[in-house]
């Protein structure tokens, strides 16, 4: 039987990470996700080895991404590939109808001044209602953004996650995105390796097992991943192990 954990880490293949519940904890409020100083810095190690081919694949917003990361610029898919910035810093956007989002938007700030505990986040392109201080208002979250998107965005589509259900344009998906990086340097070429833990990283499983390539599902639950690491705690762990060529590290360096 194959072993649950992916493959030690290679400085050929091409990286792609989702970040909440993957590199960060999930925390009670978007704005309150943080990235552990030394998982950073082990992402930049990995960076450089890899000839700058990682890469954030997220349903974060761009300016978010940022934030985390804390000023490294990493090449990002943000809002599930409406928005994305390559290796060069070139920034490509989904064009999408801010009319309807708008709509949308308000009939959503109505709902949640109803019911204490929701959150509403508008990343740009995209709405997102979090229920994560409101779960029992999970079912009244979806059934609302799905009645939304039929009354006022035909556009759209309803995209549901790990206690949020999200408005995004429609056609748009995490492997669509990881595949146009691979139509890029430094990524093309290279075995893609792509870690998440949501239901919306399954696109993205899906691409990378199509190109022969390790999908790693992060966290408990159903999954068509090849690979799986328990927790935030052993992607960095998973992260921490020698590239090829590379010293070990002993505990306490």
């Not at 505990?117 to 208002?137: I, M, T, V, W």
């Amino acid at each position: 039987m194959r072993p649950l954990v992916p493959p030690a880490p290679d400085p050929s293949w091409a990286y792609f990470f989702d970040i909440d519940g993957t590199l960060s904890e999930l925390a009670a409020t978007p704005g309150r996700a943080r990235l552990a100083p030394s998982l950073r810095d082990r992402l930049g190690a990995l960076r450089a080895r890899c000839g700058g081919a990682v890469a954030v694949v997220s349903g974060r917003a761009l300016r978010d991404i940022d934030v985390i990361f804390d000023g490294m610029l990493l090449p990002a898919a943000g809002q599930h590939g409406a928005e994305r910035r390559d290796a060069t810093g070139r920034i490509a956007q989904l064009p999408v109808e801010r009319g309807c989002l708008d709509d949308a938007h308000a009939a959503l700030t109505r709902l949640v001044a109803r019911h204490p505990g929701l959150l509403l986040e508008d990343k740009g392109h995209s709405l997102a209602l979090h229920y994560r201080a409101a779960p029992r208002a999970a079912g009244l979250a979806h059934r609302s953004m799905h009645a939304l998107q039929r009354r006022l965005c035909k556009g759209f589509q309803v995209q549901s996650g790990k206690r949020l259900v999200e408005l995004v344009p429609a056609g748009i998906d995490k492997g669509r995105a990881i595949r146009a990086f691979l139509q890029e340097p430094p990524f093309a070429g290279r075995l893609p390796v792509f870690l998440g833990d949501d239901v919306s990283d399954e696109p993205a499983f899906a691409a990378v097992d199509v190109l022969g390539g390790h999908s790693v599902k992060v966290g408990p639950g159903p999954s068509a991943a090849r690979w799986r690491l328990a927790s935030v705690t052993a992607v960095s762990e998973w992260l921490s192990r020698p590239l090829p060529g590379e010293p070990a590290t002993t505990e306490g360096e």
